[in-house]
Every structure is written in structure tokens, then in C-alpha cells.
């Protein structure tokens, strides 16, 4: 099972970021997806989840209005893209997978995530 990140890095603020998660060695299709950051010194927070059958969503308050997630069954990946960027955004992002029977299930928790991705850094600055 992988779960690898790419597209992090440097943005001023206001500026925008897309992130992409890769998945491989589970069934991706029929896996809730979420996205957590974690800045040096808190814990790790949720951002954002989906279900998947897609109908479902979740946002972490201070992201609402500003990113959003999709996911892409062909290509077994989900996407946070990230628009209006803040220096609190500021973090190492990691996505998550679990599978799931349910298609409209999704986790705000970490604990119920299976698979995690090695992270990636995100850093909001002039």
C-alpha cells in the first residue's frame, strides 16, 4: 500500500497550491479520502474529507470557502487544491485513506484513517 503526495512548496500569500495523492495496493475507488496538516509543535488536524462515492464532504472550518477535494478513479487519485492561501496554512500536509463499505462515509479523525502518505511541506510566505 502506498499513499504518495507531491505538490507542496514555497507560495506567497493569496496564492494557490493544488496538492495530489497517489494511491496504490488497496482499492481506491471504495475508500473515504481525507487530508490532515500538521504544524511544527500542534498536532496533527483534520482539513478536509471524501467520500467515495464523492457525494459526501467535510471541511475544517478554517478552510471552508477556500479548498476544496476531488479524486479522480482513473488515475487513483484525490487532489486538495488550495486557493486564497494564509500563513496559518502553513504545514507538512498528509492525505489519508480507509476503505470503507459505506459510499457516503467520511472520517474527520485520525484514527479512522488505514493509510497515510509520507506528507508534504506547504509553506505560506512573502
Known amino acids: 500500500v502506498q499513499l504518495v503526495e507531491s505538490g507542496g512548496g514555497l507560495v506567497q500569500p493569496g496564492g494557490s497550491l493544488r496538492l495530489s495523492c497517489a494511491a496504490s495496493?488497496?482499492?481506491?475507488?471504495?475508500?473515504?479520502m481525507g487530508w490532515f496538516r500538521q504544524a511544527p509543535g500542534k498536532e496533527r488536524e483534520f482539513v478536509i474529507a471524501?467520500?467515495?462515492?464523492?457525494?459526501?464532504?467535510s471541511y475544517a472550518d478554517s478552510v471552508k470557502g477556500r479548498f476544496t477535494i476531488s479524486t479522480d478513479n482513473a488515475k487513483n487519485t484525490v487532489y486538495l487544491q488550495m486557493n486564497s492561501l494564509k500563513p496559518e496554512d502553513t504545514a507538512v500536509y498528509y492525505c489519508?485513506?480507509?476503505?470503507?463499505?459505506?459510499?457516503?462515509?467520511?472520517?474527520?479523525?485520525?484514527?479512522?484513517?488505514?493509510?497515510w502518505g509520507q506528507g508534504t511541506q506547504v509553506t505560506v510566505s512573502s
Open positions: 471524501i467520500s467515495w462515492s464523492g457525494g459526501q464532504t
Open positions: 489519508a485513506a480507509t476503505p470503507t463499505s459505506n459510499r457516503d462515509a467520511y472520517y474527520r479523525s485520525t484514527y479512522m484513517y488505514l493509510y
Open positions: 495496493g488497496f482499492t481506491f475507488s471504495m475508500s473515504a
